[in-house]
């Protein structure tokens, strides 16, 4: 049976990575910071999948982002998605030449679509991961790009459909007002979604604890969850959230105990 | 130890090289040349991309009659992945009917499983054949990660391990000194792990 995800998105700026809480930036450490503090490497065999995104604002580095990319992806040996500031085919060569095996789209979708195209000829759908910021403004989810600085003015359900007509392989869904907050998804927008929406969809923004994961995992249209959410999840955090949720009746893989 | 991963310009090699290191493989060359294919002690095939440019490019570099040499007649182990498995078979319809190497008999075919949609991607648990070298140690119905849209069929016995979306469909085979998985061990966690080292010392 195809299997649920439990996936960790690890937010990068400038050298650092950092805590999110509605797109505000806490710095918690570089990556030596964070493979001595959080080893890292073995958090990560708790995980299906492991997104890092450049949040770096103004002209992003894309090499010394990818060189920290290559170092982090050592010794992980699950699929790697990276993005963020993304522009052209050697943006995304860089980064699919740095470890990653999927590449994740924000502005792009909204910005520059013969590019979103022209990556999904290029590396396959499967490889492509449509990210979407969303705001509730008068009672309404408006679509924001830009590190979630800059209103598109386009409603959420509009957009995605858009979106979808671009040959993308996944949806990750982010709601600015739940990230960071640890107060659980915004469960709402799936259900008024999944009607319309075919793709895969990760939900992200608001996972506080192992409840929410679970939350998530549960509602049928949800192919994956995702938490940003360094302080909660690392450590010890995130392999004893997957072990609870294994011992419940959910549809998530198993992997050998680490001891090979 | 030396593993030679096949390179012929395609797929993504990072992840397979330090797994390979992770396992505990002294020496992991990455190489297309003939004087390193032939020191080999196992071979790799990798791949992600097009079935006609990876035949292609291989031509080129004339490794078809090189592996053939290796494989067929000094019995070299190896391991093909993804589309890397693809190949070791005789034939795939991805952008127009190619042949493959044909080391392995069966064909490969895009997936006809709609209403579901194609890529299938993500952990899906694989059902082992009796006998298997490549599970050794792991439980039947283990998960390994897949992302594909084409799969092998065979009507030949291929000691096949065998997965389901829509359809079941062959997910690895082993035969003698021919092993291929249509999943990626090197992204498959501790399971994927356990299935290549098994590969390095079983074959």
């Not at chain 2, 016995?157 to 249509?182: H, L, M, R």
Request: contains cysteine.
């Amino acid at each position: 049976m195809l299997r649920k995800r439990i996936i960790f998105t690890l937010i990068y700026e400038n050298g650092f990575f950092h805590q999110s809480r509605n797109f505000r930036l806490q710095r918690v450490g570089n990556i030596g910071w964070l493979e001595r503090n959080y080893k890292f490497q073995s958090v990560a065999f708790s995980l299906d999948e492991l997104i890092v995104l450049n949040a770096s604002k103004g002209d992003k580095d894309m090499q010394k982002f990818a060189q920290t990319l290559k170092q982090l992806v050592n010794n992980v040996f699950i699929p790697i998605a990276a993005g963020g500031g993304i522009r052209s085919l050697e943006d995304a060569k860089i980064l699919f030449d740095n470890g990653a095996d999927k590449i994740v789209l924000n502005s792009a979708l909204f910005q520059d679509r013969a590019l979103v195209k022209a990556l999904s000829t290029k590396y396959g759908s499967q490889s492509v991961v449509a990210s979407v910021d969303y705001k509730i403004i008068n009672n309404k989810r408006v679509v924001f790009i830009e590190n979630g600085t800059l209103d598109t003015g386009k409603e959420l359900q509009e957009y995605l459909e858009e979106v979808e007509q671009l040959n993308i392989g996944e949806l990750y869904l982010n709601s600015i007002d739940q990230d960071g907050t640890g107060f659980g998804y915004d469960t709402n927008v799936v259900e008024e979604l999944s009607k319309s929406i075919k793709t895969p969809l990760i939900i992200a923004g608001g996972a506080g604890n192992e409840k929410h994961l679970l939350e998530g995992l549960k509602i049928e249209s949800i192919s994956a969850v995702a938490t940003a959410n360094l302080f909660n999840f690392m450590g010890d955090g995130l392999p004893n959230a997957r072990k609870k949720i294994l011992a419940g009746d959910i549809n998530l893989a198993s992997f050998l105990d680490k001891s090979l | 130890m030396k593993v030679v991963i096949v390179d012929y310009g395609m797929g993504n090699i990072h992840s397979i090289t330090s797994a390979l290191k992770y396992i505990g493989v002294d020496e992991v060359v990455v190489s297309h040349k003939s004087e390193d294919l032939q020191s080999a002690d196992k071979l790799l095939l990798p791949g992600v991309g097009a079935f006609n440019q990876a035949m292609k490019n291989i031509q080129e570099l004339q490794l078809d009659t090189m592996l053939k040499n290796l494989v067929l007649i000094e019995k070299k182990p190896i391991l093909g992945i993804c589309l890397g498995m693809q190949l070791l078979c005789e034939s795939s319809d991805e952008n127009g009917l190619h042949n493959g190497l044909g080391f392995i008999k069966g064909d490969v075919r895009k997936f006809e499983i709609a209403p579901l949609s194609v890529p299938h991607v993500g952990f899906n648990q694989v059902k082992f054949p009796e006998n298997s070298r490549l599970y050794r140690g792991l439980d039947d119905k283990s998960d390994f990660y897949f992302t594909h849209s084409f799969r092998l069929q065979s009507s030949s016995y291929i000691n096949a391990g065998v997965c389901k979306y829509g359809e079941e469909f062959i997910a690895s085979f082993e035969i003698d000194n021919i092993a291929g998985t249509q999943f990626h061990p090197e992204l498959s966690q501790t399971n994927g792990l356990k299935v290549l080292e098994n590969f390095v010392k079983s074959f």
